[in-house]
């Protein structure tokens, strides 16, 4: 959430960076709820000090019967005042409170403006792509090799679920195993596992709610809804909470199951794992004093990087325009991966900085020293990585022209010493 004294302090700049998000809201409402507040409040404090007034003079012991009398009857009328005043004031607060709850995040000022992904600016590179002769997408290798199976997927759930068969689902299994002893032994995150059903409040709390509450699945229990990340119960881990100035960089690597209904995606993707309603992903949390959060972006960012230099995996690292951006985000990296099978690089990992966006919706805050007034918290987090997008990048970067995969060597030991998946002798 943004800083309603910030935003109506500075409007037309809020307006200009919103807009170059390519969404122009009109903050005429906003200003208009601004300005009734300011006169509720003067008012309320007005009739206040009245009340205060009237309660001294009504000390006096040389007050005649009649006079306090009127008195009385003044206090009565004052107090009625306030309490309309106040009660105006709170409805007027919880409208501005809705309409701040639907602004995004303010781009960071050396994000690049632009409308699309196409204005997205590449940072570097590591790895040299690959294509061979041979190539071919993993929903190809997948079925010749009998280990990913979308039409099982699509019958017992529908489009965008597939079952994963023998190796893949070892190799999933693997690559989720190498990642959390990746990022807790060589990073320095403590792991989490968390619970895969929120409420309300830490779908708010995290931005997913209330502007894309059609892209969530929900559970009629409870007004739950199922994880579209781990994102959102690690940072909610901590709502409503006030940090010590020392616990602070806070760093948790968690797994989780994602759940996304991809309203906006149909159409798109409708072949393979890249796009699915439920999929695994190894995702990094941090909480850090706002001095520090540029740092530590480039910090997370390179270690969801060493995942795929381990793998070996050639990708390249992308910095989002102001049009591309999340919902949160202040500033984004995109990682990605390529896809020889598909010619192309892929996301596998989006990292972002959220400033104190997120902090302000769930009230995340830490106290300096002893002492000293609480301060919004910075969070950032980022996928380390996709699970699933990263097995269709060691599907596509590994195989072999006898249509067997190569298995990258740091999986090797979560697979009791598996070199390749084989090509099956009925193929």
């Known amino acids: 959430m943004l800083d309603l004294r910030h935003v109506l302090g500075h409007l037309d700049e809020v307006g200009e960076r919103l807009a170059s998000r390519g969404t122009a809201p009109d903050l005429t409402p906003l200003a208009q709820l601004g300005e009734q507040r ?43 005042q306030a309490k309309e005043a106040e009660a105006s004031r709170k409805s007027v607060e919880e409208a501005l409170g809705a309409l701040l709850l639907l602004l995004p995040n303010l781009p960071d000022p050396e994000v690049p403006v632009g409308t699309s992904d196409a204005d997205n ?20 290798i997948g079925e010749q090799l009998g280990i990913l199976d979308f039409e099982g997927g699509s019958r017992v759930s529908g489009a965008r679920f597939t079952f994963l068969r023998g190796a893949a689902a070892r190799l999933e299994r693997a690559l989720i195993s190498f990642m959390l002893d990746l990022h807790t032994r060589e990073h320095g995150y403590t792991e989490l596992i968390p619970p895969y059903l929120v409420n309300r409040l830490s779908m708010t709390g995290t931005g997913q709610l209330p502007k894309f509450e059609e892209e969530a699945f929900q559970v009629n229990l409870n007004d739950l809804f199922l994880v579209p990340t781990a994102e959102v119960p690690v940072t909610n881990l901590h709502r409503e909470g006030i940090f010590a100035g020392e616990e602070l960089p806070l760093k948790y690597v968690a797994f989780s199951p994602c759940f996304r209904k991809e309203a906006g995606s149909y159409g798109q993707d ?22 520090q959060s540029s740092a530590a972006h480039e910090e997370l960012t390179g270690h969801a990087e060493r995942v795929l230099q381990l793998l070996g995996l050639p990708y390249r690292v992308v910095i989002l325009c102001s049009g591309d951006l999340g919902f949160s985000a202040a500033r984004c990296y995109d990682i990605e991966v390529w896809l020889p099978g598909q010619g192309r690089y892929r996301e596998i990992s989006s990292c972002s900085n959220f400033r104190d966006f997120q902090a302000r919706r769930a009230n995340i805050r830490f106290r300096p020293t002893s002492g000293e007034k609480p301060q919004l918290v910075h969070t950032l987090n980022g996928s380390g990585l996709a699970v699933g997008r990263t097995l269709v990048a060691v599907l596509e970067n590994g195989l072999q022209e006898d249509g067997s995969v190569l298995i990258p060597e740091v999986l090797r030991p979560y697979l009791h010493g598996e070199e390749r998946i084989p090509v099956p002798a009925s193929a």
């Open 121 to 140: 600016r590449e940072l570097r590179r590591w790895g040299e792509p690959v294509t061979h002769p041979y190539s071919r997408p993993h929903w190809e």
């Open 270 to 291: 409708t072949r393979g794992l890249i796009r699915q309603h439920q999929f695994h992903k190894v995702e990094l949390v941090q909480f850090v004093r706002p001095e």
């Open 38 to 80: 300011r006169e509720l409040t003067a008012r309320f404090e007005g009739l206040r000090a009245a009340q205060n007034a009237a309660q001294e003079r009504m000390k006096g012991r040389d007050l005649d019967p009649a006079a306090r009398t009127q008195l009385q009857a003044e206090l009565k009328t004052l107090s009625q």
